[in-house]
Every structure is written in C-alpha cells, then in structure tokens.
C-alpha cells in the first residue's frame, strides 16, 4: 500500500487536522480573557465551558454513531457548519443565554483541543487506507501536524490579540475579531471535506448479514463491551485534564505570573511544539514495548511534573517544568487512538471512536465547572493542577491493569 499522507485523501485529512487545530489553539488562548472582557464571572465562564463540552458530547454522538452508515463526509461538513454557528455567535453578542447556546449546539474549543466529530471519524477514514503495521505511524504524524498547529495557532492568536491592542483596538475587539476569524475556519473546512473521495468510506455489501442487516447498539455490535469499559477509562482521564484546559493554563499564568497575551501565546507554542513531537516519538516506543505500556510508562511521569508545576517558586521555572511535561505529555494520544481503531472492526471504527471521544468529552466537560471558582480563588487557583495529575495517575494504574492482556493484531 503506498504512503496514505501522500494520497489525495491523506493530504485532505491532514490538512482539515492541522486547520482546525490551528483555529483552536489560535482561540484558546484568548477565549478566557475575552469572556471575562464581557463581564462573565468564573462561575458562569465555567459553566459556559461544561456546556460547551456537553453539547460537543451529544453532537458528536449523534454524528458519529450514524457516520459509517450514512456517510463519513457528509457528517464532517455538518460538523464544520456547527464550527461556523459557535465562532458567528461568541463573536457577535455578550448575552450570556445566546452564548449557552451557542456552546451548547455549536463546537467550541476552549481547551486548544480535539472537540465535536472531526477527530473520531478522521480515525476512522485514516484506519480505513492504512494497514495495521502503518497505523500508530500514520497516527502519531496526524498528531504531530495537530500539536504543531495547534502551537503555532496559540502563538498567533497571543500575538495578534497584543498586535491589535498596539494599533488602538479595545482588548475586547482585538478577541472579538479573532473569535469571528474562528467562525472563517470553518467555512473553509466544510470546503475542504467536500474535496475528500469515497475512499474513506465503508462499503457496503448488500444481503443477509451485511452491515445494515446487523444489530447495533449506538453503531456497535460485537465490540460493545470492550467499547465502553474503555470508554469509563478515557472519562476519568479527560475529567482530570478538564481541571487544567489549555485556556485555565493561560489564565492562571496571566493571574499568578501577570503574563500578557503576547508570552502566554508563545509559551504554548513551545509547549505544543513539544506535545507534537513527543506524539512522533510513540510510534517507535510502541514499536518496542507495545501500544499500552506506551500509553501507561510515559503518561505517569507527564503527570507527576504536572502536579509541580505551580510547586515553582517562580515564573521561569514554572514554564520550564511545563515544557518538560509537555514533553513527553501526547506519548499516549497516538497510541490510545491506534490501540482503540486496531481492536475494533471496521465499520464499528466511526462509532467506537465517537463513543470513546464522547466518553473523554462527557469527562472533561464537568470538572471546569468546578475549576473555574477554584482558579476564581487565590486560595485554591493551584488545587487544579493538583487534581489534574491525581486523576490522570489512577487512569493510567487502572488501564493498565485492565487491558494489558488485549493485544492488537500487530503485536500478536
């Protein structure tokens, strides 16, 4: 099979990956700031980022479950049109109802992360034209182009925001203009999936036992047990890494350190550089000690550093022990999404993704409803980091534990 990156396919899905992430880290980075801008207290700014994550939930399991049926690209550009109704909405009002809504039906990223669909059917197609050996290889340079574009959004949007502001713009239009700037990506991504072939698409045969014939549950069938114990996994870890979203991260050094837009976007272009390039380096650790012990031997000593860093006594080394977490901190994510594509069949792939996707998305949706009073608190604005790492620790104990015998094709 020749090289899936370099197909017409490969470079379409590429390219959507890096786009979006480059919307949503070039967001992240300012989203917070703005919202208080507009006079939301750390109350309602966390209970607009749950809702932002629950409603991504229940959009991407409708999309997804539904995806290998009813067409993978057609449910991207659906997801891309729901990019476009969030970004027009935050960018035009500060009625905290419109923008519940907004967050709610739309997809939003207020942790420079994956949300929505995209991620969980782009798994799909890619598992669709590699074969098991290229998979984790193929993954980890997706999330290489992810990390990198997410860390040059943050380093862009940081910079614009301050450039903004130098030529006389009010802080709150200088965000503004990079909220709409958002909602621009995704028309340009709804154009972009039109532009992707059947190719990713599954077949399907006609006649008795043919996938439509089959009973599912959610788009499941026989992989529905493995489905959801990891789906309880991935919640648990997601619900730790809700504590510290890349846009509470911005704020609490913007609070604690009084950075300003122009560093807190250069800081996480480096952290992101780092996540990137850590993702890279998975493929050959799998290669040697296999895809769990991958995503358990490096994501424990990630979350260790996270718990120092606001253990720093001062600005310098507090960012230094957050690029060295960064480091290695994505280890995991390439691998969790090839060991979750390589035991499952092909056209329950769409719909384990999103339900396992949803899962992380459900987990991490509920703890910034309570981290946002806790980085409000001058008492309490290092507990997050704190919870974050415990969290994390027991997920990766527990997966461990659970799924180390399960081994996927290539290993066998």
Same mark, same amino acid.
């Given at each position: 099979?020749?090289? $899936?990156?370099?197909?017409?396919?490969?470079?379409?899905?590429? &390219?959507?990956?890096?786009?979006?992430?480059? #919307?949503?880290?070039?967001?992240?980075?300012?989203?917070?700031? +703005?919202?208080?801008?507009?006079?939301?207290s750390?109350?309602?700014?966390?209970?607009?980022?749950?809702?932002?994550?629950?409603?991504?939930?229940?959009?991407?399991?409708?999309?997804?479950?539904?995806?290998?049926?009813?067409?993978?690209?057609?449910?991207?550009?659906?997801? %891309?049109?729901l990019?476009?109704?969030?970004?027009?909405?935050?960018?035009?009002?500060?009625?905290?109802?419109?923008?519940?809504? &907004?967050?709610?039906?739309g997809?939003?990223?207020?942790?420079?992360?994956?949300v929505?669909?995209?991620?969980?059917?782009?798994?799909?197609?890619?598992?669709?034209?590699?074969?098991?050996?290229?998979?984790? /290889?193929?993954?980890?340079?997706?999330?290489?182009?992810?990390?990198?574009?997410?860390?040059?959004?943050?380093?862009?949007?940081?910079?614009?925001?301050?450039?903004?502001?130098?030529?006389?713009?009010?802080?709150?239009?200088?965000?503004?203009?990079? =909220?709409?700037? +958002?909602?621009?990506?995704?028309?340009?991504?709804?154009?972009?999936?039109?532009? =992707?072939?059947?190719?990713?698409?599954?077949?399907?045969?006609?006649?008795?036992?043919?996938?439509?014939?089959?009973?599912?549950?959610?788009?499941?069938?026989?992989?529905?047990?493995?489905?959801?114990?990891?789906?309880?996994?991935?919640?648990?870890?997601?619900?730790?890494?809700?504590?510290?979203?890349?846009?509470?991260? %911005?704020?609490?050094?913007?609070?604690?350190?009084?950075?300003?837009?122009?560093?807190?976007?250069?800081?996480?272009?480096?952290?992101?550089?780092?996540?990137?390039?850590?993702?890279?380096?998975?493929?050959?650790?799998a290669?040697k000690?296999?895809?769990? /012990?991958?995503?358990?031997?490096?994501?424990?000593?990630?979350?260790?550093?996270?718990?120092?860093?606001?253990?720093?006594?001062?600005?310098?080394? &507090?960012?230094?022990?957050?690029?060295?977490?960064?480091?290695?901190?994505?280890?995991?994510?390439?691998?969790?999404?090839?060991?979750?594509m390589?035991?499952?069949?092909?056209?329950?792939?769409?719909?384990? #993704?999103?339900?396992?996707?949803?899962? /992380?998305?459900?987990?991490?949706?509920?703890?910034?409803l309570?981290?946002? $009073?806790?980085?409000?608190?001058?008492?309490?604005?290092?507990?997050?980091?704190?919870?974050?790492?415990?969290?994390?620790?027991? +997920?990766?104990?527990?997966?461990? /534990?659970s799924?180390?015998?399960?081994?996927?094709?290539?290993?066998?």
């Amino acid at each position: 099979m020749s090289n $899936p990156i370099f197909s017409p396919d490969g470079r379409l899905l590429f &390219a959507t990956r890096s786009l979006r992430l480059f #919307a949503y880290g070039f967001l992240s980075v300012v989203l917070m700031i +703005y919202l208080s801008q507009l006079g939301l207290s750390g109350a309602k700014i966390g209970l607009l980022f749950t809702l932002t994550l629950l409603g991504d939930t229940a959009i991407s399991l409708w999309i997804t479950t539904i995806a290998d049926r009813k067409g993978r690209r057609y449910m991207l550009i659906v997801g %891309a049109f729901l990019m476009v109704f969030a970004g027009v909405l935050f960018a035009v009002t500060d009625n905290f109802v419109l923008l519940l809504i &907004a967050a709610t039906i739309g997809v939003i990223s207020p942790s420079g992360n994956e949300v929505g669909p995209f991620l969980s059917i782009e798994q799909a197609a890619l598992s669709h034209i590699v074969t098991d050996e290229q998979r984790t /290889r193929i993954f980890a340079w997706y999330n290489l182009a992810g990390s990198f574009a997410t860390a040059a959004g943050a380093l862009f949007g940081g910079f614009m925001a301050q450039a903004l502001q130098g030529f006389g713009v009010a802080p709150i239009g200088s965000y503004r203009a990079i =909220v709409a700037i +958002y909602a621009a990506v995704g028309l340009v991504l709804a154009f972009l999936f039109t532009r =992707v072939s059947t190719g990713i698409e599954v077949p399907r045969p006609a006649g008795p036992g043919a996938p439509s014939e089959i009973k599912r549950f959610l788009g499941l069938h026989k992989s529905k047990g493995v489905v959801f114990r990891l789906s309880a996994l991935f919640s648990l870890d997601s619900f730790g890494g809700g504590f510290v979203l890349q846009s509470f991260m %911005a704020y609490w050094f913007h609070v604690r350190y009084n950075v300003e837009p122009a560093l807190l976007g250069g800081i996480f272009f480096g952290a992101n550089i780092l996540a990137g390039l850590s993702s890279l380096s998975a493929a050959w650790v799998a290669s040697k000690i296999g895809l769990i /012990r991958t995503m358990v031997y490096t994501h424990i000593p990630s979350n260790l550093l996270l718990i120092m860093v606001p253990l720093m006594p001062n600005l310098p080394l &507090a960012i230094a022990v957050l690029m060295l977490r960064f480091s290695i901190s994505q280890m995991d994510v390439p691998t969790r999404q090839s060991y979750t594509m390589a035991i499952i069949s092909p056209d329950e792939r769409s719909a384990a #993704a999103g339900i396992t996707g949803v899962a /992380r998305t459900t987990g991490a949706s509920i703890s910034p409803l309570l981290g946002g $009073p806790l980085l409000a608190s001058a008492a309490l604005m290092n507990l997050p980091f704190f919870l974050a790492g415990g969290l994390k620790i027991i +997920y990766d104990l527990l997966l461990y /534990r659970s799924f180390r015998h399960l081994r996927p094709p290539e290993e066998e």
